[in-house]
């Protein structure tokens, strides 16, 4: 079996930093695309952004020049560097990966439990 784990999440000042981290473990082959989600109560879950094996990187705007995402292949984990962080960041975060646990596995999509980013004064 597969579990992403996030860490990272905690209370922080408008303004201020926080950097997530999710670690993939398991029976992993390969992980392809890696991304960082966010859903506030009542509403969808939103793409905060992802990053391809290969490092190509996507932003929703609300983040972009704020946040960064960034990968370790080596450790199966995936990073989320938020700066500048405001109100409107405070929700959970929950991370994504797409991989397969064998060579002649189909792609998967597996999700992390959420971890909670509270940006308050």
């Known amino acids: 079996q597969v579990q992403l784990v996030e860490s990272g999440g905690g209370l922080v000042q408008p303004g201020g930093s926080l950097r997530l981290s999710c670690v993939a473990s398991g029976k992993i082959f390969r992980i392809y695309a890696m991304g960082w989600y966010r859903q506030a109560p009542g509403k969808q879950r939103e793409l905060v952004g992802s990053?391809?094996?290969?490092?190509?990187?996507n932003y929703t705007d609300s983040v972009k020049d704020r946040f960064t995402i960034s990968r370790d292949n080596a450790k199966n984990t995936v990073y989320l560097q938020m700066n500048s962080l405001k109100p409107d960041d405070t929700t959970v975060y929950f991370c994504?990966?797409?991989?397969?646990?064998?060579?002649?596995?189909?792609?998967?999509?597996?999700w992390g439990q959420g971890t909670h980013v509270t940006v308050s004064s």
């Open positions: 994504n990966a797409g991989l397969r646990s064998g060579p002649l596995k189909g792609l998967v999509d597996y």
């Open positions: 990053i391809t094996r290969g490092g190509n990187l």
